[in-house]
């Protein structure tokens, strides 16, 4: 409960102290979103971050917290509603915590990640005269072929997290996912109670070219192999190991991604199953693929070795371990991939990046601010962006993929990008 602006917990008060505004109500006009999808408001003398917002929204909100002079509220009644908002068409939406994006029509949706990208490269990068952003569009819904559904043996309830919260969303539909998870998820709803293990409190769940695998396994759902083909490419994995939630997208990725990569030795960070690793090593004579996920790292032997390509080598490391101390043979590294989870590279990665002076290097990013704060490490190390591309993994949500190609500077200078590849430079 809450009383005198702390939250309480029984009869103890806690630390968090919740601030005056609380449940207060003030009349803004939501001006664009934010990196992590909140609105952006100002009223009196305040800055306000309104969850579930379009942009052009006139709406009346309520302070759920405060934090310095930012105040963070929830929509109580629209007044006049963005052009850009739609009616959600999810009964679940505002009470579940999966997605936040649906009150825009598509197009909304992609200019917000756009500009999001653009904002986080111009405040946390540093970067000057940042261009538009082109984000790849992807199936609106029905898309995603990962799932981490959450139980809670209490209430019966198999779902999401609410909003804000540990409580579970008891989903019957969820509109994204791809038709075999919601199917496998329908079966799971229908599966007797006493072939549940009590203890099971998340479950993982990916489908592929040949059905679906659950981790861990019960009943009749199996952790099984599964299949996948990208491109010319063919991937074996399950789902106690990393794979990309949108699969529609995966071959313009990879395409944007690896354009033009070819030499002498790659270096694949976070390499998972070995997305990168496989295309990779086709275009160079060494391969390094580094993953901490023992699973993984089995599945990325595997794919490689069956596409023939027996001189990538994978490693079992975490990659903050694994750069520190790396060996490349003859010591020339010419490319580098990383795609981190969204928590960015650590540390002594980035500067092991710098240590390995690669000519060219492709960052893999699921979240555009921390992105954004290792790109600033990456250029005052020496490189400079030459290219950027966005896709739209995660429809109905803020999240957004973006890709970004760096090669070491010649020269100082400001660089100016496009979408389409192409580097411009200022004096």
Known sequence: MVKNGYRTIGNRQSAIYLGDDLNKEYVVDVERLLPGGLGLAHEAGKTIF????????????????????????????????????????????????????????????????????????????????????????????????????????????????????????????????APGLQQTLEQIRRTPKDLIPSDLRHLQAVTADNGVSVSPQFAEFRTSELQLKVGDENYTFNAEAFFQINQELLGPLLDFALKDARGETAVDLYCGVGLFTVPLARSFKQVFGVESNPVATRFARRNASRAGLDHARIITATVSDWITNATLGDGRCDFVLLDPPRAGAESAVIKGILKLEPSQISYVSCDPATLARDLKKLITGGYEMNSIAAFDLFPQTHHVETVVRLSRAAVKSVPLFDTTGEEQKVA
């Open 50 to 177: 309104v969850s579930l917002a379009a942009p052009g929204d006139r709406v009346r909100v309520a302070v759920d917290r405060e934090q310095g002079n930012i105040l963070f509220a929830s929509i109580s009644e629209i007044l006049t509603p963005s052009p850009m908002r739609i009616e959600p068409p999810c009964p679940y939406f505002g009470s579940c915590g999966g997605c936040d994006f649906q009150q825009l029509n598509y197009e909304a949706q992609l200019a917000a990640k756009s500009e999001i990208i653009r904002d986080c490269l111009r405040r946390i990068a540093g970067l000057q005269n940042v261009p538009e952003v082109s984000v790849q569009p992807s199936a609106e819904w029905r898309y995603r072929g990962r799932a981490v559904w959450q139980f809670d043996q209490e209430t019966k309830s198999i779902g999401y997290y609410e909003r804000g919260s540990r409580r579970v969303c008891d989903v019957v539909d969820c509109a994204v996912l």
